[in-house]
């Protein structure tokens, strides 16, 4: 395996908004981030992972291809794109916790994907850890999807909020249908 890893995450979603689509074009922001993984010899690092996806349903939320090569992102299914996101997140966050033999008590803090802040409250409440253990910064970028949980580690970090020995989960959800846990120890 590798000693160090560049993990970057970019989205430019306003070239792909159809700004006359009221249901998408309010919903994401551009941004950028990027982390540096590298080999820990001090019990720290990445504990577990979960990702998964369901092709089946990824006309819920897609990019679309005009005739004049002009791209184009669409959500047909809004309401279920928003409940599978709950449900998936939920689940997901669920499987890495218990197979890190971990109690939810002990999460530090959860840094989830910022597609919605109703999504991240129900994450909160079905996972019962309290909101004060979420980074949330939906509310400055809109859904700067791949970059979001990239751009909150950092804040998190910028506000002291992170300390070594901490376990922080992250989780996210989006196109595809895709989505995903990781559970890590600072």
Not at 59 to 69: S, V
Not at 168 to 176: H, K, R, V
Request: charged share 25%; hydrophobic share 40%.
């Amino acid at each position: 395996m590798k000693k160090k890893i560049l993990l970057i995450g970019v989205e430019v979603p306003s070239e792909i908004i159809d700004f006359t689509d009221r249901q998408t074009c309010v919903l994401f922001g551009d941004g950028a981030g990027a982390v540096v993984l590298e080999e820990s010899n001090n019990h720290s690092g990445v504990i577990n992972c979960s990702l998964s996806s369901d092709g089946s349903k990824g006309g819920f939320l897609y990019c679309e291809r005009k005739d004049t090569g002009e791209e184009l992102i669409r959500m047909t299914e809004g309401e279920k794109v928003f409940k599978l996101a709950i449900e998936r997140m939920i689940s997901s966050s669920k499987k890495v916790i218990e197979n890190s033999n971990i109690q939810m008590s002990e999460i530090s803090l959860v840094i989830p994907h910022q597609a919605n802040l109703r999504i991240i409250k129900a994450l909160a409440e079905k996972l019962k850890i309290s909101m004060s253990k979420f980074v949330v910064n939906i509310e400055k970028y809109g859904n700067t999807m791949v970059a979001s949980i990239p751009i909150a580690l950092r804040e998190a970090l910028d506000e002291d909020r992170i300390k070594p020995g901490d376990y922080i989960l992250f989780s996210a959800f989006g196109a595809g249908l895709t989505w995903g846990s990781v559970l890590l120890k600072w």
